[in-house]
């Protein structure tokens, strides 16, 4: 894992029209923030061994500066996170080490979260049952050219998987960051389509 190159060509990357389009419609214009790095880089290489990380998760935001991830949380505002984001910086096939996504599992981790309010579950909390509430949900690979991008709701369900490829997986998994926290009650009723699948 490589992580947080601030270099121009990353920043250009992060920051292209295209995208800053697409982050209006998703999370709201001026609700977000642009990047000034891309994350850190999971880079990947074909092994016969298994990677030990493949585990089904959502990307924690928030929590205590402790050295342990697993105690990082998510609270159903999604705190410090609009989006999940997957950055292709190589050809990524099938056999690339692909990231998996359960499609419409954001759905349920909003309900899971709801009932807990601000405070949010830990990671650790979130995977104790190894996110079964999503696992009927059907898997698509995060598949693509070298420049494609994957803009994903905040609490989507993912997991890494190995390589059994040929050629090393470059990808980035930085995170939109909001400008404010996400609302769930909207008196003008100006909800973005993040808020919106919360809801």
Request: with cysteine; proline share 11%.
């Amino acid at each position: 894992r490589l992580g947080y190159y601030p270099d121009t060509p990353f920043i250009q990357a992060a920051n292209t029209r295209a995208l800053h389009l697409a982050f209006d419609r998703l999370v709201g214009p001026g609700r977000w923030i642009p990047r000034g790095d891309l994350g850190t880089f999971p880079v990947r290489f074909p092994a016969s061994e298994p990677p030990g990380d493949t585990g089904w998760h959502v990307d924690p935001s928030f929590g205590p500066d402790t050295g342990d991830f697993l105690s990082w949380r998510v609270n159903v505002e999604s705190k410090g996170r609009a989006l999940l984001m997957l950055f292709l910086f190589s050809d990524v096939g099938p056999d690339d080490a692909p990231t998996r996504l359960r499609v419409g599992s954001h759905l349920d981790v909003a309900r899971r979260l709801a009932p807990v309010g601000d405070a949010g579950l830990s990671l650790r909390e979130l995977a104790a049952n190894d996110f079964a509430e999503s696992a009927h949900r059907p898997v698509v690979a995060a598949t693509g050219e070298a420049g494609t991008v994957y803009l994903c709701h905040p609490f989507l369900v993912h997991a890494a998987q190995a390589h059994r490829g040929e050629r090393p997986r470059f990808l980035a998994q930085p995170p939109l960051h909001p400008s404010a926290p996400l609302a769930l009650d909207r008196a003008d009723g100006a909800y973005s389509p993040v808020e919106q699948a919360i809801r």
